[in-house]
T-cell receptor, first 112, second 113 residues
Framework: GENVEQHPSTLSVQEGDSAVIKCTYS??????FPWYKQELGKRPQLIID?????GEKKDQRIAVTLNKTAKHFSLHITETQPEDSAVYFC???????????FGTGTRLQVFP | DAGVTQSPTHLIKTRGQQVTLRCSPI?????VSWYQQVLGQGPQFIFQ???????GRGNFPDRFSARQFPNYSSELNVNALLLGDSALYLC????????????FGSGTQLSVL
């Protein structure tokens, strides 16, 4: 069935270190993979996205990589800062309807 | 420009009641999607409307219904509320029919007692 698994559920890093969050998806027809950041009590905000015809995309300290063969994609945050602390959600589009299936979230804590 | 706006922000209902949630998309966005977010989980897709037509529906019972108006605003209706319907209901808008570049509203927190 339609499923997106996300790991880890919590991640604690020291300021300046890197953080990596991984997701796997089940639908081989998925072609769009966004990442959302949700701060406590706030709306999810799109931070980066990638389409299936691209293997990697970078935006300043944030990068996403996609392995279509293995059906997994990852979010990489370098030089983490306390303001990066939030819950991060990955998502994958389901090929036939384009609806997004979200992962269960990763709570990232960056300690000063 | 205003972002996606939702009303009300909070709502308390009792089991069996009906509720209507409202959403106004970003100006120029013709697609509105509804998601349910239970505490500690990722958003779950409920509906998508594009140009006033239903384009997709998630695995939710028929008690959930929605519509989109000519000005692209949308309403989500839930009948015969159950305790398990307690959640944050998020509306998201996008320019195109696909679910790319979704902009979310702040949500309506629904509590069913």
């Amino acid at each position: 069935g339609e499923n997106v698994e996300q790991h880890p559920s919590t991640l604690s890093v020291q300021e300046g270190d890197s953080a990596v969050i991984k997701c796997t998806y089940s639908d081989s027809a998925s072609n769009y993979f966004p990442w959302y950041k949700q701060e406590l009590g706030k709306r999810p905000q799109l931070i980066i996205d990638i389409r299936s015809n691209v293997g990697e995309k970078k935006d300043q300290r944030i990068a996403v990589t996609l392995n279509k063969t293995a059906k997994h994609f990852s979010l990489h945050i370098t030089e983490t800062q306390p303001e990066d602390s939030a819950v991060y959600f990955c998502a994958a589009s389901m090929g036939n309807t384009d609806k997004l299936i979200f992962g269960t979230g990763t709570r990232l804590q960056v300690f000063p | 420009d205003a972002g996606v706006t939702q009303s009300p922000t909070h709502l308390i209902k009792t089991r069996g009641q009906q509720v209507t949630l409202r959403c106004s998309p970003i100006s120029g966005h013709k697609s509105v999607s509804w998601y349910q977010q239970v505490l500690g989980q990722g958003p779950q897709f409920i509906f998508q409307y594009y140009e006033k037509e239903e384009r997709g529906r998630g695995n939710f019972p028929d008690r959930f219904s929605a519509r989109q108006f000519p000005n692209y605003s949308s309403e989500l209706n839930v009948n015969a509320l159950l305790l398990g319907d307690s959640a944050l209901y998020l509306c998201a808008s996008s320019r195109t029919a696909t679910n790319e570049k979704l902009f979310f509203g702040s949500g309506t927190q629904l509590s069913v007692l």
